[in-house]
C-alpha cells in the first residue's frame, strides 16, 4: 500500500486541510476535539501525574529508609500512599493508555479520526478535572487516607466523617467515567473504522490490545462506579450498604472493588504488552512470530482476568471451596502469560535486533515482567498468601508487574513515538542512561521488598521499629528509588530537550512497518490525504509494486469542508459508508466543567450549588445534541 | 552468558536464604501452619527460579546473536511456534498443575486444624490495639500479648469492634482477617517455648503501623498457671504509694476507659489493666514495659503514638510517680 500525498488537485487538498484545521487561538485550542489532540494531552496530562506519584513515592521511602524517622509523620504517609495508588492507577496508567490509544489507534488503522471526537474531548476534561479534583483536597486539609482501596468501614461515614473519602469517591468515579468514554469510542473505532482491506488477521497487535483492554473496560468499571455511589450514599444519606451494625456488609465492598480492581491490573497490562509487540518489528526486522497466538492469548488474558478477583481475598476470610477455584483461575493465567514473552523471545530470536533504546525497554519488560509473573502465580495460591498477603512481598510482586508490564513498555513506546508525535528523534544515549538508572534503581527498590514481606514488614506502615532485621532492606529499597527518580529526571529532560531540537525524525525513522509511520510526523489533522488500502499486517514493509491498489484510495476528495471517516464492516474491513464528523466545539469542556460543579454541590452540600450545576449539564448536552454529523451511504 | 545466570541463581538464592534465617522470619517457622507454608514456598521458589534463568537465558542467548540488519521480512513467521507452545503453553501449564494440586493440599490442611484445638481465645481488633479474651476462662481478660500452651493447637476467635484488622504472627500461621460483625477462626501451634512478634496486616487507620502483638508460648503447666492469674482479679495494692496510685487511678479518666477487674473502674474502651504488669509491651507493641517508657505514655501517649485514642493525663508529678507504682502492683 502506499499513501497519496500530493496525488491530488490542490483545491481538493485546500477544502481538506481547511475542513480539519483548528484555528490558532486560546479558544480554538480548548475547542479542539481532534483525536491526536486529545490523545496529546492525555499523554502529557497522565506523565505528569506519573511525576507527581513518583514523588509521593519517594517521600514514602524516604520516611521508610530507617527504623523511627519522623519525615512524614503517620499521617501523611497514609495521605501519600492513598494518593500514590490512587494517581498511578486512575490518573496515570489508565489515561496514558488510552491517550495512547486515542493517538496511535486511528493512525494505525488507518482513518482520520475517532468515531465521536466531542466525547473524546469531553473525557479529556472530565479527566482533567478529575485529576485536579482529587488533588484539590490538599488545600482543604481533608486528604484522603484510606488507601487507594478505601475499605469501609475505616473509609465510612463513622471512620471519616470529613470530605477526605468524598474526594475520593467522587474524583474517582469522573475517572471512571472517562475510562468508559475511551472504550466506548476506541471499541467502535477498531471495529468499524479500519482502512479497506484491514481484515481482523491485519489490524495491530496493539490496536488488538486496546480493543480488549477497552470492552474490559466497559465490563470492569461499572461495578466500581456502582459500589463508590454505593459508598457514597452511605456517607452523605446515611444508608447502610457497608454498616455492619446496620445488616451491611463490608466485604461486599472489597468485592465489587476487586471486580472492578483486578481486570484493571490487566486492562493496564494487555495494551501495554501489545505496545511491546508492536514495537518488535521495527528492532527485530521481523514479524513478530505466531500473531494470531498472540492476539488469542490477549483475548484469553481478558476473559480469564474476570475470575480473579477473590485472591486480593484470601485472608478476608471466605468459604475455602471459592477461593480454591480462585487459585486456579490465578495460576491459569500464566499461560496465555508465558505465550506472549515466549513470541517475544523468539521473534527476537528469528530476527536481527537493532540495539536502540527501545531494545532496552523490550528486554526490561521482559526481564522484570517475568519475575512479577512468578511471584504472581505464588500469590495465587491461597495458603502461600496467607502469609505474604498485605506484607512487602505483594508490594514488591505488583510493582514488578506494574512497572515491568506497564511502566517500562510506556516509556518505551513514548521513546518509539515521540519521533511521530513531535517530528523529532530523542537522544539516544540520554535515553539509554535513563533506562539503565530506571530498571537498576527499580530492581533494587523492590527486590529487597520480597525478604521484608518474608521478615514480617506489613504494608501501608509509616515507620517501624529497629532490631527486626528490616533496616539494611529498607535503605537499600530507599536508595533505588532515589535512583530510579534520577532515571525518571534524565528521561524528563531527554523529553523536555528535544521537544523542538531534537534532530529532524522524519515520516518514517525506525523503518516500521505499521501505518501510522506512513504519513508525516508530526502527522497532519486529518491524518491520511487519502484512506489507504491494506493488503498485509506489515503494510509499509511490503514490496510497493506488490500492491493492486496503486495511488488511489478512499476519501481522496472532500465535498465541501466535511470532516469525513470510512465505516467498514466489522470482520472483513469492506468500506461500505461515509461518515461525516462534527467539529471543534466548546460543549464538551462545558458539559465536564458543569458536572464537576454539580460535584462540589454535593462535596459541600449545597442544593443550589448542585442544582446550578446540574441544571448545566442537562443544557450543554441539548447545546451539544443541536446540530449532529450526517452519514451518508454510499 | 552461562556465567551471568549462574551468578544471578546464586544471589537470589542467597538472597532468598537470608530470608529464611532470622527471628520472626515466616521462613523460620515455629509451628505447623508456618512450617507447611514455608514448605510451600520452597517448592515454588525453586521452581520459579528454574522457570526465570530458563527465560532469562534465552533471552540472553537470542540477545547475543550477532548479525547485520538487513531488509525486514514481513510474513509472520512460524518458526519459534514450538517453543511458544513447548515452553510458553505446554512448561507453564505442568508447573501451574503441579502447584495448584499441592497448594490445596496445604490449605486443606490447615483448615481441617482449624476448630480443633479444644482451646479457645477470642482476639477482638480495637484501633490500634487487641482484646484478648479466654472463651473457656471467664473473666481471663488481656490485651496484645496472647499466650498459649506449647504443642498443641489453639483456635483464635478473630473478630473487629470497629474496622477491619488483620491477624498476622509469621512465625506461626498465615494471616487472617479481623471482620466486624463476623467471627473467622485461626489456628495457631507453637512447638516450642517462645515470644513471637505478630502485627496487623490490614491497613486500619493512622496507627495501623504501631498495631502490635506478642505470642508467648509455654509449657503447659506454665500456661495454665498463667491463665489462673489472669482469671483472677487485681490483687488490692499493699503499698502506700500504690493504694494512692489506685485512687488517682480512679479519680482520673483512667477508669472511664479502661477496667481493672477488682475495682469499680469497668470500662472496655481501652485494653483490660488488671495484670498490666505481666505484660511485655505497653501502647499495643509500640514499647517495652519499662517504668520509664509507662512514664513517658501515661504523660503523653499521643508524643509516642501519634493518634490512638488515648488523651494525654495531666498528672502533677507525685500522682504519677504513685500511678506508676500502682500500675506495676497489677502483677
Redesign the interface.
Same mark, same amino acid.
Given at each position: 500500500m502506499t499513501t497519496t500525498e500530493d496525488a491530488r488537485p490542490d483545491a481538493a487538498r485546500a477544502r481538506l486541510v481547511e475542513a480539519w484545521s483548528t484555528k490558532p487561538g486560546f479558544i480554538n485550542w480548548l475547542s479542539n476535539v481532534n483525536h491526536k489532540a486529545i490523545g496529546f494531552r492525555f499523554i502529557i496530562t497522565s506523565f505528569i501525574f506519573l511525576l507527581i506519584g513518583g514523588v509521593q513515592a519517594l517521600l514514602m521511602r524516604t520516611q521508610l529508609m530507617g527504623p523511627d524517622l519522623d519525615v512524614l509523620?503517620?499521617?501523611a504517609y497514609?495521605e501519600a500512599f492513598t494518593l500514590h495508588g490512587t494517581t498511578m492507577m486512575f490518573l496515570f496508567a489508565v489515561p496514558m493508555l488510552e491517550g495512547l490509544g486515542m493517538y496511535l489507534v486511528p493512525l494505525m488503522i488507518g482513518t482520520r479520526d475517532l468515531p465521536f471526537p466531542r466525547l473524546n474531548a469531553f473525557g479529556y476534561w472530565l479527566y482533567l478535572f478529575a485529576g485536579i479534583f482529587l488533588y484539590w483536597s490538599l488545600f482543604t486539609g481533608s486528604v484522603p487516607?484510606g488507601?487507594w482501596f478505601n475499605?469501609p468501614?475505616?473509609a465510612g461515614p463513622e471512620?471519616r466523617p470529613d470530605s477526605s473519602i468524598d474526594f475520593w469517591l467522587l474524583g474517582v468515579t469522573m475517572t471512571e467515567v472517562v475510562g468508559i468514554v475511551g472504550a466506548l469510542e476506541l471499541v467502535v473505532c477498531i471495529a468499524r473504522h479500519r482502512a479497506p482491506g484491514m481484515t481482523l488477521s491485519r489490524i495491530p497487535v496493539f490496536a488488538w490490545g486496546v480493543l480488549v483492554s477497552s470492552v474490559m473496560i466497559l465490563f470492569a468499571f461499572p461495578p466500581l462506579v456502582a459500589g463508590s455511589l454505593m459508598l457514597e450514599l452511605d456517607r452523605k444519606i446515611g444508608t447502610h450498604f457497608y454498616n455492619?451494625?446496620a445488616g451491611g456488609?463490608?466485604?461486599l465492598w472489597q468485592h465489587l472493588f476487586w471486580i472492578f480492581g483486578h481486570p484493571e491490573v490487566y486492562i493496564m497490562l494487555i495494551p501495554a504488552v501489545a505496545l511491546i509487540a508492536s514495537m518488535l518489528?521495527a528492532v527485530t526486522?521481523?514479524?513478530?512470530?505466531?500473531?494470531p497466538?498472540v492476539v488469542v492469548s490477549l483475548v484469553a488474558i481478558g476473559f480469564i482476568s474476570f475470575g480473579l478477583w477473590v485472591h486480593h481475598m484470601f485472608? @478476608?476470610?471466605l468459604p $475455602?471451596l471459592a +477461593? @480454591?477455584f480462585f487459585? $486456579?483461575a490465578s +495460576? @491459569?493465567i500464566?499461560?496465555p502469560s508465558?505465550?506472549?514473552?515466549?513470541?517475544l523471545?523468539?521473534?527476537?530470536?528469528?530476527g536481527?535486533?537493532?540495539w536502540n533504546t527501545v531494545l532496552l525497554y523490550v528486554?526490561g519488560f521482559?526481564?522484570v515482567f517475568?519475575?512479577g509473573g512468578?511471584?504472581g502465580?505464588?500469590v495465587a495460591?491461597?495458603?502461600?498468601?496467607?502469609?505474604?498477603?498485605?506484607?512487602f512481598f505483594v508490594v514488591a510482586h505488583f510493582h514488578y508487574v506494574l512497572i515491568g508490564g506497564v511502566v517500562l513498555p510506556i516509556l518505551g513506546a513514548l521513546h518509539y513515538w515521540f519521533p511521530k508525535l513531535t517530528g523529532r528523534l530523542l537522544d539516544e544515549r540520554l535515553g539509554k542512561i535513563a533506562f539503565w538508572l530506571i530498571f537498576g534503581g527499580m530492581n533494587l527498590t523492590f527486590?529487597?521488598q520480597?525478604?521484608l514481606?518474608?521478615?514480617?514488614m506489613?504494608?501501608?506502615?509509616?515507620?517501624?521499629q529497629s532490631g527486626?532485621?528490616w533496616d539494611f532492606y529498607n535503605l537499600l529499597s530507599t536508595l533505588g528509588a532515589y535512583a530510579t527518580a534520577a532515571g525518571f529526571l534524565v528521561y524528563s529532560a531527554n523529553m523536555a530537550i528535544n521537544w523542538s531540537r531534537g534532530r529532524p525524525a522524519g515520516d518514517n525513522p525506525w523503518?516500521a512497518?505499521t501505518l501510522e509511520w506512513a504519513t508525516a510526523s508530526p502527522p497532519p489533522a486529518y491524518n491520511f490525504a487519502a484512506i489507504p488500502t491494506v493488503d498485509?499486517?506489515?503494510p509499509l514493509?511490503?514490496p510497493k509494486e506488490a500492491s493492486p491498489h496503486g495511488q488511489a484510495g478512499l476519501l481522496d476528495d472532500v465535498e465541501g469542508q466535511r470532516r469525513e471517516i470510512v465505516g467498514s464492516t466489522i470482520l472483513d474491513a469492506e468500506a461500505i459508508e461515509i461518515l461525516e464528523l462534527p467539529g471543534n466545539t466548546l460543549w464538551p469542556l462545558v458539559a465536564a466543567s458543569a458536572i464537576v460543579l454539580f460535584l462540589f454541590g454535593v462535596m459541600i452540600d449545597s442544593m443550589i450549588v448542585g442544582a446550578v450545576g446540574l441544571a448545566t449539564v442537562v443544557g450543554s448536552l441539548l447545546g451539544w445534541l443541536w446540530t449532529g454529523p450526517e452519514w451518508r451511504h454510499e | 552468558m552461562r556465567h551471568r545466570a549462574a551468578r544471578l541463581a546464586a544471589v537470589t538464592a542467597a538472597l532468598a536464604g537470608l530470608a529464611a534465617c532470622g527471628d520472626g522470619s515466616a521462613l523460620a517457622p515455629k509451628g505447623p501452619d508456618a512450617r507447611e507454608i514455608a514448605g510451600l514456598w520452597w517448592l515454588m521458589f525453586w521452581l520459579g527460579l528454574a522457570v526465570y534463568v530458563f527465560v532469562v537465558a534465552l533471552l540472553f542467548v537470542v540477545l547475543r546473536k550477532r548479525g547485520k540488519v538487513d531488509e525486514p521480512v514481513p510474513a509472520t513467521p512460524r518458526e519459534g511456534r514450538g517453543l511458544i507452545w513447548g515452553a510458553g503453553v505446554g512448561m507453564t501449564t505442568v508447573i501451574i498443575v503441579v502447584l495448584v494440586l499441592v497448594s490445596y493440599v496445604v490449605g486443606g490442611r490447615i483448615y481441617d486444624r482449624r476448630g480443633t484445638g479444644g482451646l479457645r481465645v477470642e482476639v477482638v481488633g480495637y484501633k490500634f490495639w487487641w482484646e484478648v479474651r479466654y472463651l473457656d476462662r471467664p473473666g481471663a481478660i488481656t490485651a496484645n500479648e496472647i499466650h498459649i500452651p506449647t504443642g498443641r493447637p489453639v483456635d483464635l476467635v478473630l473478630t473487629s469492634r470497629d474496622v477491619i484488622h488483620s491477624f498476622w504472627v509469621p512465625e506461626l500461621a498465615g494471616k487472617l482477617d479481623l471482620v466486624p460483625g463476623v467471627r473467622h477462626v485461626l489456628s495457631i501451634q507453637a512447638d516450642r517455648p517462645g515470644e513471637f512478634r505478630g502485627a496487623c496486616a490490614e491497613y486500619c487507620g493512622v496507627q495501623h503501623a504501631n498495631m502490635l502483638l506478642l505470642v508467648v508460648a509455654q509449657p503447659p503447666d506454665e500456661f495454665e498457671a498463667w491463665l489462673d492469674r489472669q482469671a483472677q482479679p487485681r490483687q488490692a495494692p499493699a503499698d502506700p504509694l500504690a493504694q494512692r496510685g489506685e485512687e488517682v487511678f480512679l479519680r482520673t479518666p483512667c477508669g472511664a476507659c479502661h477496667r481493672v477487674r477488682g475495682t469499680p473502674a469497668d470500662a472496655d474502651v481501652g485494653p483490660d489493666l488488671t495484670h498490666f504488669a505481666t505484660r511485655r509491651t505497653l501502647g499495643a507493641g509500640v514499647r517495652p514495659n519499662t517504668r520509664g517508657h509507662l512514664g513517658g505514655w501515661l504523660s503523653d501517649p499521643q508524643a509516642i503514638k501519634p493518634g490512638n485514642l488515648m488523651p494525654p493525663t495531666k498528672l502533677a508529678p507525685d500522682e504519677l510517680l504513685a500511678l506508676l507504682a500502682y500500675m506495676e502492683s497489677l502483677t
Open positions: 509523620g503517620p499521617d497514609n487516607d488507601g475499605y468501614p475505616l471512620f455492619p451494625a456488609d463490608p466485604i518489528p526486522r521481523r514479524g513478530i512470530v505466531a500473531y497466538l485472608a @478476608a476470610g $475455602a +477461593m @480454591a487459585t $486456579a +495460576m @491459569a500464566a499461560i508465558g505465550v506472549q514473552i515466549f513470541s523471545i523468539a521473534t527476537m530470536w528469528r536481527k535486533l537493532v528486554v521482559v526481564l517475568v519475575l512468578i511471584t502465580v505464588m495460591s491461597v495458603a502461600f498468601d496467607w502469609q505474604v498477603h498485605d506484607t527486590f529487597p520480597h525478604i514481606g518474608f521478615l514480617g506489613p504494608r501501608r506502615v509509616y515507620t517501624f527486626l532485621g523503518d512497518p498485509s499486517l506489515y514493509w511490503e | -
